[in-house]
């Protein structure tokens, strides 16, 4: 498929949940060889909303990102918002996203800046995870990320654009609010 259109042009204020939607993958390294890590967060909320890993970067991987998102969070008319990676612009994941109902919006080429807040999760990551351990195989990767994400990240990391809240407590908040109004 062709490269979207960008539709966020690197605003990604959302007043809602499951507004937009960024994504990206990176690599961690392990002694047995590099884990992939393909990862959708809320604009809203900064939360994980899907993830997963892989020893490859082929598209199934960021497929499996979006099924986790979609799987936990059902939303309607989404914009996914990427870079321009071959993963993204397959054929099989446009027709994922269109068979969700999703819309695709992708950053420049080789603009980091396009999809900044990815990146910012995956600096994040860096600084709080990956830089103060080294893993001897995948699976201890593995569950080094998902205590990271599920286990702290998305539950008590506090974040100076949600008030200092957790994403999830964001989300609490944010659903109260409107269950009041």
Request: charged share 20%; proline share 3%.
């Amino acid at each position: 498929m062709a490269p979207a259109a960008d539709l966020v042009k690197r605003d990604f204020a959302a007043s809602a949940p499951d507004q937009l939607w960024v994504a990206d993958i990176t690599y961690i390294p392990t002694w047995a060889g590099f884990l992939y890590l393909a990862v959708v967060l809320d604009a809203c909320s900064r939360r994980v909303v899907g993830w997963a890993m892989a020893e490859h970067v082929r598209t199934e991987l960021v497929i499996e990102a979006v099924e986790m998102a979609l799987w936990q969070r059902r939303p309607a008319g989404v914009i996914h918002h990427s870079d321009q990676g071959s993963q993204y612009t397959s054929l099989a994941f446009g027709r994922r996203l269109r068979e969700a109902g999703m819309t695709a919006s992708m950053g420049s080429r080789g603009d980091c800046f396009d999809n900044a807040m990815a990146e910012s999760f995956f600096a994040t990551l860096e600084c709080e995870l990956l830089a103060r351990r080294s893993f001897p195989t995948r699976n201890a990767a593995r569950l080094a990320l998902f205590d990271y994400i599920e286990g702290f990240y998305n539950s008590h990391r506090r974040h100076s654009a949600l008030d200092y809240l957790s994403p999830l407590a964001y989300e609490r908040r944010w659903t109260a609010q409107r269950l009041v109004a």
